[in-house]
């Protein structure tokens, strides 16, 4: 019997995979997004529930003059295009996770990207705080909610959260949240945190 989620296969042909449980019936979205070599790839990969879709493609020596690879010397390739993810909520709800390239060349995706999220997950690396300038900018001017997620390295230095905030220019309502991007159990805490923070404000922007 072929699954809900596929078409009738004739005989002896292979049935159409069931992506999704056929009882899901609506689907949101977060943008994971951030500088070059932030992590976003490694935190959609440790969020999502399937083998994630990824537009990596290798660095050539022509991105040596525009792509800082300074602390990244093991950074051999970049997305292009978007890094996928799902995380099947429950029964009925599944979340996707759309992973957004670095580079302000692959800006020009980022409308389509980020059409119809709920929230954007904007990763910062504190060695190198100010390459997230731009991101944040773009997400403000797109009026798109967001939290700052900082991805901790070893060698990742500690700010005390009035200043870090003051340095990045965040309005006070922007959480700023910690995670090991690497760690599942901390991307899964920082994703909590960030979709309680949405639940929180729409409840707050219902009331008034």
């Not at 799902?86 to 996770?97: D, F, G, K, Q, S």
């Not at 504190?126 to 403000?140: A, I, K, M, T, Y």
């Not at 700052?148 to 959480?175: I, M």
């Amino acid at each position: 019997m072929a699954s809900a989620n596929s078409a009738e296969a004739p005989a002896g042909a292979p049935a159409e995979p069931q992506y999704l449980p056929a009882s899901v019936q609506g689907a949101v979205k977060i943008l994971v997004t951030g500088p070059f070599g932030v992590g976003k790839t490694t935190l959609v990969g440790s969020l999502s529930e399937i083998t994630p879709l990824r537009t990596e493609e290798t660095m050539t020596a022509a991105s040596s003059g525009v792509d800082d690879l300074t602390g990244r010397a093991g950074k051999t390739t970049t997305t292009v295009a978007l890094d996928f993810g799902r995380i099947t909520l429950n029964p009925r709800l599944a979340l996707y996770l759309f992973g957004t390239p670095g580079q302000q060349r692959f800006w020009p995706l980022w409308d389509d990207l980020s059409r119809g999220a709920l929230g954007a997950i904007a990763m910062v690396d504190l060695r190198r705080p100010d390459e997230s300038f731009d991101v944040l900018g773009r997400l403000e001017e797109q009026q798109i909610p967001f939290a700052v997620a900082v991805n901790t390295f070893p060698d990742t230095p500690s700010y005390p959260e009035e200043e870090l905030r003051s340095a990045l220019d965040l309005l006070p309502d922007v959480p700023i949240l910690y995670c090991d991007a690497r760690d599942r159990r901390a991307a899964y805490d920082l994703l909590i945190d960030f979709v309680s923070h949405l639940h929180a404000t729409s409840v707050l922007e219902l009331q008034r």
